[in-house]
């Protein structure tokens, strides 16, 4: 059976690429290519990117993601060595009775739990349950942006020039289908999608899926709305509307890419050099092992290094009381978030735009 390196080698000489065209269309660089393709995990920074990089490769090579996973899994539970006084330690010697009178305890407990079990069985008759159904809810879109989950036929009234236009969450399947005042319009996870609301040519709204589990309707779906400054929206980075916390005239862009078009959302690292004493907090985006927000006052010269796969949502008392950059595809990115004391709230996450390939963006919210 091929290892796991030469599958990759293998999948990818069958296709017929380079390293360096594989690097220069998933954005990974040469040395973790060959690191992979030989097995040599020492040279990534942590476990996150390891597995980060390997369903990536996979899924470009077209390769079983889940097993190449699996094979990686193997590789390291054999590496890790058993010690030798382990292999030398002689089994401690067990008096002659401990044994039988385990194996007394162990039946007799079987036996009355065994008992216990029959007991109540007799005593209560199972009632079903049916799940009470749940009323669909309307939410009303309240400044330039907001983040809802979603659950099927739950609406969102969004108010545009004197109008107020009604999105339903219509269904939860494979995609997340919207019906809008235009039609329907469905979105995978961390798509984006422009929507002309009123059908005059010009894009005000911008709606994102954040979280959601493809068929599985009980979880519903996270999705983000952001209001465009439609005067100024012609292909461009969209800025802020006037009535937002941040003034249009400052030229603070809601939307800009920090890494370009990708074909995968690689692991990345948001950087944080703090040059004075500052409040911060930090959310991982859409990781289900890594839930809860993190936060923590910082002195001037203290590093923080925060790793994700698909985002990461940032809180700032001073957004210029630290320096950022986002370090990923083995190149560093340098970011802005916001000017002197002033308190920002800011996503950094992998959108997929409608061709199908990602950008790595900075999303500025509402404080």
């Known amino acids: 059976m091929d290892s796991l390196g030469e599958k990759f080698k293998a999948a990818r000489n069958e296709k017929g690429l380079s390293l360096d065209q594989v690097s220069r269309e998933t954005n990974i660089s ?6 992979m393709e030989t097995e040599n995990f020492a040279v990534f920074p942590s476990e996150p990117y ?56 162990l039946v007799l407990g079987a036996a009355g739990w065994g008992v216990y079990t029959i ?18 809810v309307e939410y009303m879109m309240e400044g330039n942006s907001m983040e809802r989950r979603l659950y099927r036929s739950d ?8 109008e107020i236009y009604k999105l339903e969450l219509y269904n939860l399947g494979e995609t997340v289908t919207i019906r ?35 068929n599985n309707a009980d979880m519903g779906a996270l999705l983000h709305f952001v209001l465009t400054d439609s005067a100024v929206y012609a292909g461009f980075d969209i800025q802020l509307n006037a009535s937002s916390n941040t003034s249009a005239a400052s030229g603070t862009l809601n939307s800009v890419t920090i890494i ?14 703090f040059q004075g004493y500052c409040m911060f907090r930090w959310e991982i985006l859409n990781e289900r092992d890594r839930p809860g927000t993190s936060q923590n006052y910082f002195q001037r010269a203290e590093q923080l290094d925060i790793q994700a796969q698909n985002g990461i949502r940032i809180w700032s008392s001073n957004a210029q009381a630290a320096r950022f950059q986002v370090i990923g595809g083995g190149r560093a990115y340098p970011v802005e978030i916001g000017a002197s004391g002033e308190v920002v709230v800011t996503d950094i996450r992998w959108v997929r735009d409608e061709d199908g390939r990602y950008r790595l963006i900075l999303m500025r919210l509402e404080t």
């Not at 490769?57 to 079983?64: G, K, N, T």
């Not at 005042?181 to 979105?187: D, E």
């Open 155 to 162: 609406t969102v009234l969004v108010p545009v020039d004197n």
């Open 119 to 136: 007991i109540i069985y007799l005593q209560n008759i199972p009632v079903q349950i049916a799940p009470a159904a749940r009323s669909s």
């Open 260 to 273: 370009p078009s990708s074909v995968s959302a690689y692991p990345f690292t948001l950087q944080v050099i």
């Open 180 to 214: 809008m005042p235009s039609g329907f319009r469905s979105l995978d996870l961390g798509q984006e999608s422009i929507v002309d609301l009123n059908n005059d040519g010009i894009p005000e709204l911008r709606i994102t899926v954040a979280d959601f589990a493809k």
């Open 50 to 105: 390891v597995v980060g990089f390997l369903k990536n490769y996979s899924a470009y090579l077209e390769l079983d993601v889940q097993k190449i996973i699996s094979l990686y899994r193997a590789l390291r539970i054999q590496e890790q060595p058993v010690p030798v006084e382990q292999l030398l330690k002689k089994p401690p010697r067990l008096p002659g009775f401990i044994i039988p009178a385990f194996i007394i305890l």
């Open 30 to 35: 040469i040395r973790y290519l060959e690191a």
